[in-house]
């Protein structure tokens, strides 16, 4: 059985309440309050889809009436009866009392029946909306626990893996298990920064900005240090260059993953010749920071140019990288509402650029 509208009536006159209940009591569950203030006892009581009140009232207006009802409870949908009269207190009710309709008097009995279902309608939509954002919220929350939680439940016995595998490596002689360590030490540390991709694609697309100061050169320094222990750097040349004086303010976390998926290209990209390098340039000022990545590796083709900021798109045949990286970098600068540029050519090698804005300032 379909449950019924429940409508809240308040109105100072007598006969007004009781025809009002008396015509639509088959169809809706009416409640009426003689003044404004037993209206509001009752509102604060009951869950009402919809409330109708008389304008002109001893002691409080309707507008007023509504003023208060929106502090103790904004959800009923709200109608004000009015007298040709009284336009300034429908401007006034529009401002002050979010009313929904407004009904002349006197009233006709279709014209406030279609009111109530129309206002009962968008009542039980917008319950529906906050349900669904309730849920979303309390979604959201626990994927955020799940992911740390995953992450940090698989890295652990990861390590451990490793920390054996290098133990043993010192203990043993024969060449062939040596080789069975340094593939167990391979299958880790792809395994190890698969993990630290799906964090990091979970930073820029689904975690708000979390606004702090951010200190250019300590960032930097600090990922070099992780990139050197990750990768072997020899014969790649790094040229780094950081101008800030200017106080910036961002999010870090949407900053390491541009600057580690930028790196991580620029690194497994290059190409076999000797002379390579890898230059990093960052200069912050008022207008915000620019971050510019350049290499000169094996380049983009023109046909890749478009997409390769394209979920899981691969602008080369080389098997390595999982089509995230330039995606999460678009996403990261988007969120923090900067831009970015990618220019490239085959053989010769890419240059990003990379424009953000002080969060503080927008």
Same mark, same amino acid.
Request: charged share 30%; no cysteine; aromatic share 8%.
């Given at each position: 059985?379909?449950?019924?509208?429940?409508?809240?009536?308040?109105?100072?006159?007598?006969?007004?309440?009781?025809? &009002? +209940?008396?015509?639509?009591?088959?169809? %809706?569950?009416?409640?009426?309050?003689? =003044?404004?203030?037993?209206?509001?006892?009752?509102?604060?009581?009951?869950? &009402?889809?919809?409330?109708?009140?008389?304008?002109?009232?001893? !002691?409080?207006?309707?507008?007023?009436?509504?003023?208060?009802?929106?502090?103790?409870?904004?959800?009923?949908?709200?109608?004000? #009866?009015?007298?040709?009269?009284?336009?300034?207190?429908?401007?006034?009710? $529009?401002?002050?009392?979010?009313?929904?309709?407004?009904?002349?008097?006197?009233?006709?009995?279709?014209?406030?029946?279609?009111?109530?279902?129309?206002?009962?309608?968008?009542?039980?939509?917008?319950?529906?909306?906050?349900?669904?954002?309730?849920?979303?919220?309390?979604?959201?929350?626990?994927?955020?626990?799940?992911?740390?939680?995953?992450?940090?439940?698989?890295?652990?016995?990861?390590?451990?893996?490793?920390?054996?595998?290098?133990?043993?490596?010192?203990?043993?002689?024969?060449?062939?298990?040596?080789?069975?360590?340094?593939?167990?030490?391979?299958?880790?540390?792809?395994?190890?920064?698969?993990?630290? +991709?799906?964090?990091?694609?979970?930073? *820029?697309?689904?975690?708000?900005?979390?606004?702090?100061?951010?200190? &250019?050169?300590?960032?930097?320094?600090?990922?070099? =240090?992780?990139? +050197?222990?990750?990768?072997?750097?020899?014969?790649?040349?790094?040229?780094?260059?950081?101008?800030?004086?200017?106080?910036?303010?961002?999010?870090?976390?949407?900053?390491?993953?541009?600057?580690?998926?930028?790196? *991580?290209?620029? %690194?497994?990209?290059?190409?076999?010749?000797?002379?390579?390098?890898?230059?990093?340039? $960052?200069?912050?000022?008022?207008?915000?920071?620019?971050?510019?990545?350049?290499?000169?590796?094996? !380049?983009?083709?023109? +046909?890749?140019?478009?997409?390769? &900021?394209? #979920?899981?798109?691969?602008?080369?045949?080389?098997?390595?990288? *999982?089509?995230? !990286? #330039?995606?999460?970098?678009?996403? *990261?600068?988007?969120?923090?509402?900067?831009?970015?540029?990618?220019?490239?050519?085959?053989?010769?090698?890419?240059?990003?650029?990379?424009?953000?804005?002080?969060?503080?300032?927008?």
């Amino acid at each position: 059985m379909k449950k019924r509208i429940e409508v809240l009536y308040i109105d100072d006159e007598d006969n007004n309440l009781n025809s &009002f +209940k008396a015509a639509l009591r088959k169809e %809706f569950k009416v409640q009426t309050a003689i =003044d404004a203030e037993d209206g509001l006892i009752l509102a604060k009581n009951n869950e &009402f889809q919809v409330v109708i009140a008389d304008q002109r009232m001893p !002691g409080m207006t309707g507008v007023e009436f509504f003023e208060k009802l929106v502090e103790i409870n904004p959800d009923p949908i709200r109608i004000l #009866l009015t007298g040709y009269s009284d336009i300034s207190s429908v401007i006034d009710a $529009i401002n002050r009392g979010e009313v929904y309709r407004f009904i002349d008097k006197p009233w006709n009995l279709e014209q406030i029946k279609n009111a109530i279902l129309n206002a009962a309608e968008i009542f039980n939509a917008r319950k529906e909306l906050k349900e669904k954002n309730n849920r979303l919220q309390k979604l959201h929350s626990e994927m955020n626990q799940f992911v740390y939680s995953l992450s940090h439940e698989l890295r652990g016995p990861l390590m451990s893996i490793s920390g054996i595998s290098k133990l043993a490596k010192m203990e043993v002689k024969d060449p062939g298990i040596i080789e069975y360590f340094e593939m167990i030490d391979s299958a880790t540390l792809k395994l190890d920064d698969f993990i630290y +991709k799906m964090l990091d694609f979970y930073r *820029s697309t689904k975690i708000e900005n979390k606004v702090v100061t951010i200190k &250019f050169e300590d960032i930097l320094r600090q990922l070099l =240090d992780e990139y +050197k222990l990750k990768w072997n750097l020899d014969g790649i040349e790094i040229f780094l260059s950081i101008d800030q004086e200017d106080v910036f303010h961002s999010d870090e976390s949407k900053i390491r993953v541009i600057l580690n998926n930028l790196f *991580s290209n620029a %690194f497994k990209f290059q190409k076999d010749d000797p002379g390579k390098w890898i230059k990093i340039n $960052i200069e912050v000022n008022y207008k915000g920071a620019m971050i510019e990545v350049s290499d000169n590796g094996i !380049g983009i083709e023109d +046909k890749h140019i478009d997409d390769v &900021f394209n #979920l899981f798109h691969r602008a080369t045949q080389r098997n390595v990288g *999982s089509g995230l !990286g #330039l995606y999460m970098v678009k996403e *990261s600068i988007e969120q923090m509402k900067g831009h970015v540029i990618l220019k490239s050519v085959p053989k010769i090698g890419t240059i990003v650029h990379v424009h953000l804005p002080d969060l503080l300032e927008i």
